[in-house]
């Protein structure tokens, strides 16, 4: 079975500092896709980056970094030079590509709060 | 280009009623997923509706429900409602639900009260 474990309920962090949320994941698919988004107070899921599982390279969009480890089953998210506004929800996410039941799964996800 | 709608964004029914919810998906989207969000379950899958067939479920229950149209609006139906459906029902849309890479988008949810 697929599952999608983000071990940080909250984080607190300094504004203009870099954040790692953490994301680890188990899946049987050979091929698979992960994915991380943003969700504010207002509600809306907000898609940031993906990662396909056969990417040589580690995606990066913007201030957002995917830091991809295959092996240890982990696909955090860095966040650069962190905002006032990047306080919010993040859910990591993941979809398998491999045959028909490809439902994405999230995590429980991560409040993350930038202090001024 | 227009992200994806859902109305109505707010809800307030009693036990016992059914409600429906609406979604218009992105221009030349085909798929429109549904998802159920609260503070004790997380996301949850509900399914998945393509070219106006059910693709995928969810492990929710009968009275929960959904179609699609041939212009890829969808609904989604709650009968006999619970306490326990009060939530933020999100819908997302995507290109097509082939295998393979295609990112999902979001709206903005509707959030129901079931009192």
């Known amino acids: 079975a697929q599952k999608i474990t983000q071990t940080q309920p909250g984080m607190f962090v300094q504004e203009k500092e870099a954040v790692t949320l953490d994301c680890t994941y188990d899946t049987s698919d050979p091929s698979y896709g992960l994915f991380w988004y943003k969700q504010p107070s207002s509600g809306e899921m907000i898609f940031l980056i993906y990662q396909g599982s056969y990417d040589q390279q580690n995606a990066t969009e913007g201030r957002y970094s995917l830091n991809f480890q295959k092996a240890r089953k982990s696909a955090n998210l860095v966040i650069s030079a962190s905002q006032l506004g990047d306080s919010a929800m993040y859910f990591c996410a993941m979809r398998g590509l491999m045959n028909r039941d490809d439902k994405i799964i999230f995590g429980k996800g991560t409040r993350l709060h930038i202090l001024p | 280009k227009a992200g994806v709608t859902q109305t109505p964004r707010y809800l307030i029914k009693t036990r016992g009623q059914q409600v429906t919810l609406s979604c218009s998906p992105i221009s030349g989207h085909r798929s429109v997923s549904w998802y159920q969000q609260t503070p004790g379950q997380g996301l949850q899958f509900l399914f998945e509706?393509?070219?106006?067939?059910?693709?995928n479920k969810g492990n929710f229950p009968g009275r929960f429900s959904g179609r699609q149209f041939s212009n890829s609006r969808s609904e989604m139906n709650v009968s006999t409602l619970e306490l326990g459906d009060s939530a933020l029902y999100l819908c997302?849309?995507?290109?097509?639900?082939?295998?393979?890479?295609?990112?999902?988008?979001f709206g903005p949810g509707t959030r129901l009260t079931v009192l």
């Open positions: 997302a849309s995507r290109v097509a639900a082939t295998s393979g890479y295609n990112e999902q988008f």
């Open positions: 509706y393509f070219s106006e067939t059910q693709r």
